[in-house]
């Protein structure tokens, strides 16, 4: 299994800045996946991160408001700009070496006043 | 487009009692379900997996079943213990595999009263 260690862990921001997530893995996995849980919702995904390449966005999701990078096989970002109360949701990085199973970061609480 | 659902949005039990939690998906044509744990503040733990090929998944208390005709899959827990008390989330992975993640369930808040 990999350990997975997602800084911040919580963070209250204001209306208009941006927010840097980072996802660090204790070991290479070739998929990398970035979820948000808005209030009462289910996970949803937002954006595959591919290394070396642009992320691949989900419908709905773009990468002006959530740039991505992923630099190496083991560390990913994943920005929240311009940020909104709409933005108020905690954000999941996912990793795994197979389709199968994947593993899930602690997760990042993020409030937009 | 898949959906999940999952009944009840909540439960609230005695310690002891065993309960069964249950997950519904649209499209059968699946790779695998997996059953997750979430706690507050937490990520989230992988519970059960099931490949779609298979009919349930044994683990200590924990039992997962899954009818992949019928689009259906049930989480029975037994002897429940206040330790239980957690968010449980259902997952579906497509057959398009991880390229696609996974689509969740909203979750079953589960609470077990000591």
């Known amino acids: 299994s990999a350990v997975i260690s997602q800084k911040p862990s919580r963070d209250i921001c204001q209306r208009g800045t941006s927010l840097t997530i980072q996802c660090q893995v204790d070991?290479?996995?070739?998929?990398m996946f970035w979820y948000r849980q808005q209030p009462g919702q289910s996970l949803t995904l937002i954006a595959t991160a591919n290394q070396g390449s642009e992320a691949t966005y989900e419908s709905g999701f773009v990468i002006d408001k959530f740039p991505i990078s992923r630099p190496n096989l083991t560390f990913s970002t994943l920005t929240v700009s311009n940020m909104s109360p709409e933005d108020s949701s905690i954000y999941l990085c996912?990793?795994?070496?197979?389709?199968?199973?994947?593993?899930f970061g602690s997760g990042t609480q993020l409030s937009v006043l | 487009k898949q959906e999940v659902t999952q009944i009840p949005a909540a439960l609230s039990v005695p310690e002891g009692e065993n309960l069964v939690l249950n997950c519904s998906f649209t499209d059968s044509a699946i790779y695998n379900l997996q059953w997750f744990r979430q706690d507050p503040g937490k990520g989230l733990t992988s519970l059960l997996l099931?490949?779609?090929?298979?009919r349930e998944q044994t683990s200590g208390r924990l039992n997962a079943s899954l009818d992949k005709s019928s689009g259906r899959s049930t989480l029975y827990i037994a002897a429940s213990q206040p330790g239980d008390s957690a968010t449980y989330l259902c997952?579906?992975?497509?057959?398009?595999?991880?390229?696609?993640?996974?689509?969740f369930g909203k979750g079953t808040h589960l609470i077990i009263q000591p």
């Open positions: 996912s990793v795994g070496t197979s389709h199968e199973k994947l593993f």
């Open positions: 997952a579906v992975l497509g057959n398009g595999g991880g390229a696609d993640g996974l689509t």
């Open positions: 099931i490949q779609s090929s298979q």
């Open positions: 070991s290479q996995v070739t998929m």
